[in-house]
T-cell receptor, first 115, second 114 residues
Framework: GENVEQHPSTLSVQEGDSAVIKCTYSDSASNYFPWYKQELGKRPQLIIDIRSNVGEKKDQRIAVTLNKTAKHFSLHITETQPEDSAVYFCAATPPSYNQGGKLIFGQGTELSVKP | GAGVSQTPSNKVTEKGKYVELRCDPISGHTALYWYRQSLGQGPEFLIYFQGTGAADDSGLPNDRFFAVRPEGSVSTLKIQRTERGDSAVYLC????????????FGEGSRLTVL
């Protein structure tokens, strides 16, 4: 089955700096890679996603890149702000219909943005 | 409702007791998922429903765990003979079709087994 590894587990940056979180996956057939943000005690919420037919996707200060050959994908946050502080999870899903859209999550990265 | 609703938000029980956790997905979402999240970890897949049927229950840890979705909407996760290791936040999520795409999560049910 699919396995997703995420690093670093914690990341501390100064406000205005960039933050990069990296993930690797094991199943080369996986074709959907979302990133979820979870604030303390809250539900995970989708912030950006990318499909395997695209190498990069950007949404304002957030971007995700995908390298299918190396089986890794990364989240980039520019001009970080204190409200970006949260735990970020990457995930992957294989395309099998009987698995639906089930996601396999990484272990999470706790991002702290210091004012 | 506007989002995925889970009840109870908190449940404290004693080892060996039976527990039910309820999930009310977004109206019209045919796919429903249960995940378990331990402290400091990512959500761990338990089971996926497409309509009324469990299409994938490969994540259920053992036969003490069971889930149903009899009418294709509300789902109940049932845990028998609870153990201290079952303590976690149980997250429910739904999606429109189950063919990939955004999962909408509930706030979770925090289960503590004493």
């Amino acid at each position: 089955g699919e396995n997703v590894e995420q690093h670093p587990s914690t990341l501390s940056v100064q406000e205005g700096d960039s933050a990069v979180i990296k993930c690797t996956y094991s199943d080369s057939a996986s074709n959907y890679f979302p990133w979820y943000k979870q604030e303390l005690g809250k539900r995970p919420q989708l912030i950006i996603d990318i499909r395997s037919n695209v190498g990069e996707k950007k949404d304002q200060r957030i971007a995700v890149t995908l390298n299918k050959t190396a089986k890794h994908f990364s989240l980039h946050i520019t001009e970080t702000q204190p409200e970006d502080s949260a735990v970020y999870f990457c995930a992957a899903t294989p395309p099998s219909y009987n698995q639906g859209g089930k996601l396999i999550f990484g272990q999470g990265t706790e991002l702290s943005v210091k004012p | 409702g506007a989002g995925v609703s889970q009840t109870p938000s908190n449940k404290v029980t004693e080892k060996g007791k039976y527990v039910e956790l309820r999930c009310d997905p977004i109206s019209g979402h045919t796919a429903l998922y249960w995940y378990r999240q331990s402290l400091g970890q990512g959500p761990e897949f338990l089971i996926y429903f497409q309509g009324t049927g469990a299409a994938d229950d490969s994540g259920l840890p053992n036969d003490r765990f069971f889930a149903v979705r009899p009418e294709g909407s509300v789902s109940t996760l049932k845990i028998q003979r609870t153990e201290r290791g079952d303590s976690a936040v149980y997250l429910c999520a739904s999606s429109l079709s189950g063919l990939g795409g955004e999962l909408f999560f509930g706030e979770g049910s925090r289960l503590t087994v004493l």
